[in-house]
């Protein structure tokens, strides 16, 4: 399920995205070599050499053993729960939006380092002048570098433009650098420079428009293929549509975040293509887990042909739980890591990725097996009142 994500991002991303992907898939099948063949040869000598193979500790070994969660009478309380917060996101779509990078508008975008620090109210206002217009302007790492994004002179396609925007840009932040630094200094881009323009980006409109087309094709087409997938796989369209609500839901409390919390929060919460990268990634890593929750399911009502549904779920869940949890708790641990020390151009798509993890894990649990339950108990009324 992941490498179909990992297909999608590689065939509708650009650039970074692009290689993302590939990393994504080419870990994956290294993963799969190592966790069947490496961990096989492993085990084997350690049982050849006669070594105590224990698989847990005197505090994890018996966790989630016995559990007896009815998973299913708390569904209606998920669904309030998650409709509340998605409803709230809505709301915030229309009052607040998103915050889209000049990926997705069109424009030029500059990072800048001082000599000292800064304030970006102060920047804002000395280009605005000789940008006609107030720039985007947020500090970017430290508080001596800002992010200034414009779309000064964006429409203009002379070869003229992009010098014309820098000297707009040098003679605004002219007054906040060394008086020894030259417009050609300033505007040179080079690895361990000491101040000036660090890096500059530029997007035309067009090519923007046609970025939001392909992000939106990406998200759909790995809903889609999703979809199909565990509806083959399952034998059951209930399922595909158990898991694909799943990840709508969660699709949907990842942008409500980004909405909500953008300029609130100490780092860029931009909409970018790295954002449509982690939402596709989180939409394979939370199918990961509902396929572990429908396969136990599958099996069970192979076992148990008399049981009903609903005991056969709970019993699903209960006995893959603990497998769910460790999964999403050492990921967490490593997305921590990265948010923390990764520095500033990652903490936006790491922040996106722990709220995926949190709340896939949840909708695994709480909307994707709940729905295609709904969904199987209603059809199947249906059909015995319409045989009656």
């Known amino acids: 399920t992941t490498i179909l994500t990992g297909v999608v991002l590689f065939l509708f991303g650009s650039g970074p995205v692009q290689g993302f992907a590939v990393t994504l898939i080419i870990g994956l099948l290294l993963s799969l070599f190592t966790s069947i063949f490496i961990a096989r040869l492993v085990f084997e000598w350690m049982l050849d ?6 698989l ?7 966790a989630f053993q016995n559990l007896n969660i009815d998973f299913m009478k708390l569904r209606k309380i998920s669904y309030i729960l998650s409709g509340s917060i998605i409803a709230i996101g809505i709301i915030s779509l229309f009052i607040r939006g998103l915050d889209p990078s000049v990926e997705f508008t069109g424009g030029r975008t500059y990072i ?4 000292k620090p800064v304030i970006t109210e102060d920047i804002r206002a000395s280009l605005t002048s000789p940008m006609q217009s107030a720039p985007e302007v ?5 508080e001596n570098q800002v992010k200034i994004t414009t779309k000064y002179l964006i429409e203009d396609k002379s070869q ?4 014309l925007v820098e000297i707009a ?4 932040l002219k007054k906040y650098l060394p008086d020894s630094i030259s417009f050609e200094t300033f505007s040179q881009q080079q690895e ?9 980006q530029k997007v035309d409109p067009t090519m923007s428009k046609d970025l939001v087309y392909q992000a939106f094709l990406a998200v759909l087409f790995g809903l889609i293929i999703i979809f199909i997938y565990i509806a083959i796989r399952f034998k059951n369209w209930k399922f595909g549509l158990g898991g694909v609500a799943a990840l709508f839901h969660d699709t949907m409390i990842v942008i409500t975040a980004f909405s909500l919390f953008y300029k609130i929060l100490p780092f ?11 939402l596709l990634t989180i939409i394979g890593y939370s199918i990961m887990d509902t396929v572990i929750i429908f396969d136990r399911l599958r099996e069970y009502r192979q076992l148990y042909p008399k049981r009903d549904l609903a005991t056969i779920i709970n019993q699903a869940i209960n006995s893959t739980i603990g497998r769910t949890i460790n999964t999403s708790g050492i990921t967490i641990v490593v997305l921590i890591i990265i948010f923390i020390f990764g520095g500033e151009i990652l903490r936006g798509f790491i922040f996106a990725l722990l709220i995926g993890v949190v709340v896939g894990t949840y909708s695994s649990v709480f909307i994707a097996t709940p729905i295609a339950y709904d969904f199987i108990r209603i059809l199947s009324r249906k059909k015995e009142l319409s045989s009656k």
Do not use: H, P
């Not at 800048?112 to 000599?115: I, L, P, S």
């Not at 003229?160 to 010098?163: I, R, Y």
């Not at 361990?192 to 500059?200: D, I, R």
């Open 160 to 163: 003229q433009a992009d010098s």
């Open 138 to 142: 947020k500090t970017f790492g430290a």
């Open 192 to 200: 361990n420079k000491q101040y000036g323009v660090m890096s500059a």
């Open 112 to 115: 800048v380092r001082f000599e």
């Open 268 to 278: 860029s919460l931009e909409v970018d293509q790295q954002f449509i990268a982690a």
């Open 56 to 62: 847990g500790n005197k505090f994890t070994i018996n």
């Open 169 to 172: 840009l040098y003679s605004g």
């Open 49 to 54: 050499k006669d070594f105590n193979i224990t």
